[in-house]
């Protein structure tokens, strides 16, 4: 195989790596016609140049004839060594989300000073007549302390919230399932980032403080959440919410691939959603948005893979 034949590099890729490649590809463009007040731009587009060019060569590799020979081997090690590498072909890009996250923190001002926080508190305020719901759920915590640790539990899920079911679909060998999951939490991400940018919104717990919405008080499950929060979260990523996209994303993909599992999640994540509103973290707005985005990243993949299967096939008739 040639490296500089594209069509090599099309039987190769798959949706999820089409997807993960452009928007590195879209996000570096942006950098180099939108790159004032961000400290050390260039670096970043090496970055994004850098971290492509290594995927490449990763899947490259990872699809050879050297790997696949490891396949089906009676020495125990080149089983392993097979694994491995299969295991990381197929979840890859789960594991560079929070880097794009990371990064995406970098980049919230590039376009607006500001935030929009006015705009959405005055949505929450129309929505629940005149009142913050951030607030009001709060004040629960002041009578029931036991309510405060659930909900940040249940906040802090998410974060292992990806692995749980990326693991389960593994173990029990659903990888195209995976990957579909994969693409979709991908395209949520994307866009989440995207609006990021355009709608910096910094959230209930910096803008309604005055109001009480940063007073609530825990155990060992509020001081986990704080402390991810604190060291992991940004000011101005608050719209939509990600976790509650990403989470919609994962809930939707038990409920099709592992319905038994399905029947412990779905009370857990939807408190996670009123979670994100119960310790200041998100407009109600943002969580609105959040669920609008995952069920736009499920869309957009099926039909992308769609879209793949037909280009695929309509190639295997014509090499015919």
Request: net charge neutral; glycine share 10%.
């Amino acid at each position: 195989m040639a490296l500089k034949d594209w069509r090599v590099w099309a039987e190769l890729l798959r949706p999820m790596d089409v997807a993960f490649l452009a928007y590195l590809t879209g996000l570096g463009a942006f950098l180099v016609l939108f790159h004032e007040g961000v400290p050390y731009w260039p670096w970043l587009v090496g970055l994004h140049m850098l971290v492509m060019s290594l995927v490449l060569l990763f899947i490259f590799w990872a699809e050879g004839e050297g790997v696949r020979g490891l396949y089906g081997s009676p020495k125990l090690v080149h089983m392993v060594a097979y694994r491995l590498i299969h295991f990381f072909r197929t979840t890859y890009p789960g594991w560079l989300y929070a880097l794009l996250y990371k990064e995406s923190g970098l980049l919230i001002h590039i376009i607006w000073p500001g935030t929009f926080d006015w705009v959405f508190i005055r949505m929450d305020q129309i929505l629940f007549l005149g009142s913050h719901p951030s607030i009001l759920l709060g004040q629960l915590g002041d009578r029931w302390f036991w309510l405060t640790e659930y909900m940040s539990f249940c906040y802090a899920m998410y974060y292992v919230l990806l692995l749980i079911v990326g693991l389960t679909l593994y173990i029990r060998r659903k990888y195209l399932e995976l990957e579909r999951m994969l693409l979709q939490v991908g395209l949520a991400f994307y866009i989440c980032f995207a609006l990021f940018i355009l709608f910096p919104t910094e959230g209930p717990r910096f803008t309604l403080t005055h109001l009480g919405a940063n007073r609530l008080q825990g155990g060992i499950f509020f001081s986990i959440a704080q402390a991810i929060v604190n060291t992991e979260g940004y000011p101005g990523c608050a719209f939509p919410s990600s976790h509650v996209a990403v989470a919609f994303v994962a809930l939707t993909a038990v409920r099709r691939y592992e319905p038994a599992m399905y029947r412990i999640m779905l009370p857990l994540v939807v408190s996670l959603f009123i979670s994100t509103v119960y310790g200041g973290y998100h407009y109600v707005v943002d969580v609105l948005a959040g669920i609008g985005v995952g069920w736009l990243g499920i869309y957009l993949g099926e039909r992308i893979e769609r879209w793949w299967v037909r280009r695929s096939l309509e190639e295997e008739i014509y090499a015919i």
